[in-house]
């Protein structure tokens, strides 16, 4: 896939982004991507791995999701298996 293809899609799923920190992370990500182009270390792997969750992405398979969400979510099961093992000792 050609760098400008590539630009062109991450712009396309970045308008259809509503949540502004994953915006920001994303248009971030953009930035530093478009400073540093060089390809030439990535292996024909990573590239179809790369264009495949953007295919997912795009056709809606999948979405992106905050991180600290999740990592709160996380958090709270964790926080509940530890209360729970702590009752399954008492």
Same mark, same amino acid.
Request: aromatic content about 2%; charged content about 40%; overall charge negative.
């Given at each position: 896939?050609?760098?400008? +293809?590539? =630009?062109?899609?991450?712009? #396309?799923?970045?308008?259809?982004?509503? $949540? #502004? +920190? *994953?915006?920001?992370? *994303?248009?971030?990500?953009? /930035?530093?991507? /478009?400073? $540093?182009?060089?390809?030439? $270390?990535?292996?024909?792997?990573?590239?179809?791995?790369?264009?495949?969750?953007?295919?997912?992405?795009?056709?809606? +398979? *999948? +979405? !992106?999701?905050?991180?600290?969400? *999740?990592?709160? =979510?996380?958090?709270? =099961?964790?926080? !509940?298996?530890?209360?729970?093992?702590? /009752? #399954?000792?008492?």
């Amino acid at each position: 896939m050609e760098i400008a +293809e590539l =630009k062109l899609r991450l712009i #396309q799923l970045i308008l259809e982004i509503d $949540n #502004q +920190e *994953v915006l920001l992370k *994303v248009l971030e990500i953009l /930035e530093e991507f /478009e400073q $540093n182009q060089d390809t030439s $270390n990535l292996s024909e792997e990573q590239i179809t791995e790369i264009d495949r969750r953007l295919q997912e992405l795009e056709n809606g +398979e *999948v +979405e !992106l999701l905050d991180a600290d969400e *999740v990592m709160a =979510k996380l958090r709270r =099961k964790h926080e !509940l298996r530890k209360q729970q093992r702590h /009752e #399954q000792q008492a």
